[in-house]
């Protein structure tokens, strides 16, 4: 699970549409609210999910007064944040064919968080609209052609019916341009980073067969400095899996930080592959899947022989590693463990669950599991900062659901690890409406991707291949609860007498685990450099001393 601003959140709107009758009267009235489409954001016919935001004018002010540093400043978008998780409301609906210049309805209290609009108390709200052109919105936010209106200002309820207009389609962004807060060495490391990375566009056989249709593996591979192509020097190489909300427009800052690194000697010398595990139903995280198809196959067996044949990598298991972060330690993680002749070792840091007994915190196998509740019907918790609860599982799962049907968190787990129903599509593991928990898919869960359960289960098959291979660091204050799954997945490994490396960082969570003193990157250097001892454990080079 990762951190993101991710969207969603209300239109708040109008007004109503009721009966006379005393029945109907006793109830909130529903508001709708006007939204057209403008031939300037589109010129032809098209279709979407229409998400409509609202959030109280003070709490808007006040974040963009935070984000300019104290000074005032102009409310440019309204969007969600899963940090907090009920200060914004959004509202849905699916519009196929919206031709230039006409009109839709949305009904904001029919599929809304947290809840209908008519139950916003009365005051000043900024409001927007976006169609999220892709249905890409639970995973990216959002992005290059979805079309927005312009922010607008207003006191609700209002005694007739509002009208946003879809003004602008947003463009494409510059996957080469670094954040606001990118180190001076990445920066200037950026032109030199470009000329050493080439994507990678790979026309998978195994996945192609399974879609039907070509499917294409997307990466970035990063050269060392001095990296000759016709020399006889090979290296060792480390496979790099993005965390959710990830994908290949994403990842200029991780490449150009690991070449700054290993240009000014931070790190050692490696081949490193960043490898796109996005895909339109969320983040497959290599993992071979009835619903996504063969991705942990197509990695190990058609795209890791081909980039051997294109570049100087060491191609034995003992210079091929794995490091990735949250969903991409998950994928780490597990590709390690099931491919265990494969790979030399995995760096995985605050991994996804490991040990379907503790998913966040909610034990999934325990008779009557809820997610939404726990036994004593509190709710179980999902984001936190330190002691502070900042959001629970069912806010986060309801409005994953308003934002649409395929890209969320929640839903990945399902995409991945999830049975195969009738219609195609994978079974829900829990109860939208009552966070009731299937427990014959949860047992199908366990069968094939319960990491800790199958390692119990196998540790005789895997044990000469995997022993001492597995590296999972975390904070102990994981903003999703992480450690508490890594914690038994050590207990699953120390009670097999297995050899591994377990290291929980005191009070860190899970954006702050990298950062050693003032070097934000610290972490990713170490493991570069354990990672080099391996492959090269006679070689004179040495990690700079601090």
Known sequence: ?????VAAAVLLSAFL?????AQTDALPAHRFFHVQLDSSASATPTSGRLLLFAVEAKAAEADAKTESDGKSSTV????????????????AREISRWTPGQINDIDADQLAFPAGFSQLPPGDYYVQAVLDTEHSYNYLGRGAGDLVSNVVKLHLPVASIPTLALSKALPARDPWKLSASAPAAARDALPEARQHATAIQFVSPSLSAFWGRPITMRGQVLTPPGYDAKAGKRYPTVYYTQGFGGNNDRVAGPLTTVYAAMKQGEMPPMIWVFLDESSPTGTHEFADSVNNGPWGQAL?????????TQYRMDAKPSGRFLNG??????ATLWLQTRYPKIFGGTWSTSPDPSDFHDFTGIDLYAPHANVYRKPDGSAYPLVRDHGKVLGTFEQFAKLERVLGTYGGQLGSFEWVFSPRGKNGLPLPMFDRDTGDIDPAVVDYWRDHYDISWRLQHNWPQLKPDLD???HLIVGTADTFYLDGAAHKLQATLDGLHARSDFRFLPNRTHMDLYVQGKDRQGLLKQISWEMYAQARPDSPLKPPAH
């Open 1 to 5: 699970m990762r951190y993101r601003h």
């Open 17 to 21: 549409v009721g009966s006379a009758d």
């Open 76 to 91: 440019d978008d309204v969007d969600a944040n899963p940090f907090s998780a009920t200060q914004t409301s959004v509202a």
């Open 300 to 308: 190990t067996t058609e795209l890791i022989p081909q980039l051997e």
């Open 325 to 330: 972060h949250s969903s991409g330690g998950w």
């Open 468 to 470: 001492g291979k597995i």
